[in-house]
């Protein structure tokens, strides 16, 4: 069989296929066209620069495990961005792809090299010589003020973030502490303030890092013994952007050392951001001592954007991408996405892929269509805090009684079947669920899955609880 662009494309979609949810599978890969393969290098055709930008951030390991089966560890992807903009001119054209973090463009499209790890540390415990050691800041150069639509929601958070930009370690708000639910910019502000930084003090060592990472870094450190170098590596550093602090909950070793980390970069005059989806007063199992320094700069909330903010950043981001959407159509997007900033992102990309690939305007039935399936997979997003309210409510039982040692029958029903649906709901680990629900290990949590299994089988009753909690969740 001669290999082609079609063969070689093929075996890599069924590959992916397998791997991905079925609705990301055909938003994401049905579109794309397999255009040509010379030697190592496939090229394929993708709708537009959103198309190729979503492909890079969420599936480009996917892709590389399934071109490197194919090709070889030296298969290479080029990307042509040709849109056939059908609703604006007639012409097809090439959408240029801006060249801060990609190769030269040539005239057909873009050639981006496979380069996975550029968003890695690479080195996370470099020892500084005599020189100062240069830290790679790991920002994402377009989360900046310019592209931070600002509104009501997020005005006190945005103008303490710029204040912090312009005087890293010299306002009182340090740390400064983002706060607020799942998509609503804290990610994006937390990089355009280093971004500012950066900017306006290209000496200073600036250095984002998921609170994940961090914890993956530490805990290599100590089975390496290198425990020390990770710590001299961060006190180096003059701002920190700790996203996501929520992870550090439960983990009392990745604590404890972020606490050292920080007081030594307070007390030298360092600026330290934080994220969280919780206020301080929320946080579950994070040590006092750490919360109490949490508290002593400003904690400033995300807030859900008002209608007008997202008519705002809906049409700032279609600007930006030079696409035109007839204002009722922004509008119902608006309407309809009301709680989460990177669904109404998800909605225009979408909307974009389909009216560019398969030729059709930008109607409302379309757009209702795609809001539609955004909506239905919102509703099944639910957190593991909130199933053990919803379950302990039902059992009229408080959440602490259901995370409780007790081992009444009627309570540890309950728990398990909290832990069950959080399973079944979410996407978090059996680990992660047990140490959410009371602290237990991942053992008891699939036993508890299990059981539920069994009970739901066996017993009428049981079965009843299952049924009725499923519709209290997803309604
Ligand atoms: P979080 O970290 O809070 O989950 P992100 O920072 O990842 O959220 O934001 C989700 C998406 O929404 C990003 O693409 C971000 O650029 C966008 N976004 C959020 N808030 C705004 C805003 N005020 N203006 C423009 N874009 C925003
Ligand atoms: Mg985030």
Redesign the pocket.
């Known amino acids: 069989m001669t290999t082609t662009a079609s063969s070689v494309w093929g075996e890599c979609l069924s590959f992916i296929e397998d791997n991905i949810k079925p609705q990301a599978y055909k938003t994401w890969f049905e579109p794309i066209k397999p255009i040509k393969l010379s030697g190592e290098a496939l090229t394929i055709q993708v709708p537009s620069k959103f198309f190729y930008e979503w492909l890079e951030e969420h599936y480009i390991k996917l892709l590389r495990v399934a071109l490197v089966k194919q090709l070889g560890e030296d298969a290479k992807l080029i990307y042509d961005v040709r849109m056939e903009n059908n609703y604006s001119s007639s012409k097809p054209h090439t959408v240029k792809i801006p060249s801060s973090n990609r190769n030269p463009l040539n005239p057909q499209g873009v050639t981006v090299p496979l380069d996975f790890n550029k968003r890695e540390l690479r080195n996370p415990f470099i020892i500084p010589g005599i020189q100062k050691v240069k830290i790679e800041s790991q920002l994402n150069p ?2 900046n003020f310019d ?5 009501d ?2 005005r006190l958070a ?1 103008s303490a973030g710029m204040a912090v930009a312009n005087k890293p370690g010299g306002t009182s708000f340090n740390p400064l502490l983002i706060y ?12 355009a303030i280093g971004v500012q930084i950066k900017d306006k003090y290209p000496d200073k060592t600036v250095l984002y890092i998921s609170s994940e990472k961090f914890t993956q870094q530490f805990i290599d450190s100590v089975k390496g013994n290198t425990r020390n170098d990770f710590i001299h590596f961060y006190q180096m550093v003059d701002v920190l952007l700790i ?2 602090v929520q992870f550090l909950s439960g983990k009392t070793g990745t604590q404890d050392v972020f606490f050292h980390i920080f007081n030594h970069l307070h007390q030298n005059g360092k600026q330290v951001i934080l ?1 969280s ?1 919780k206020a301080p007063v929320d946080m579950q199992d994070i040590e006092q001592r750490l919360l109490s320094r949490f508290k002593w700069g400003l904690s400033a909330e ?1 807030q859900v ?1 008002d209608y007008e ?1 997202r008519v ?2 809906l049409q ?2 279609l600007y930006r991408d030079g696409v035109e959407m007839p204002e009722e159509i922004i509008e119902y997007i608006a309407k309809h996405i009301k709680s ?3 669904e ?2 998800g909605v225009l990309i979408s909307m974009i892929a389909q009216a560019s690939f398969n030729r059709k305007e930008f109607t409302l039935s379309l757009t209702k269509q795609i809001v539609d399936k955004f909506v239905k997979n919102t509703k099944r997003e639910v957190s593991i805090d909130y199933i053990q309210k919803i379950v302990s409510k039902y059992f009229e039982l408080d959440v602490a009684t259901l995370q409780s040692k007790t081992r009444k029958r009627h309570i540890v029903q309950a728990r398990q079947l909290a832990m069950y649906f959080a399973k079944r709901m979410t996407k978090a680990s059996l680990a992660s669920i047990g140490s959410q629900i009371g602290k237990r290990d991942h053992a008891t949590v699939l036993h508890a899955c299990k059981t539920v299994d069994n009970l739901t089988e066996t017993d009428k009753q049981f079965r009843k609880y299952v049924d009725d909690i499923t519709q209290k969740l997803t309604f």
Do not use: Q, W
């Open positions: 377009n989360y592209s931070f639509i600002e509104g929601s997020n945005r607020g639910g799942v998509g609503l910019g804290k990610t994006h502000l937390a990089h996203d996501d994220t989806d995300l954007p903010t705002s950043i700032n981001k989460n900033v990177r109404l992102e």
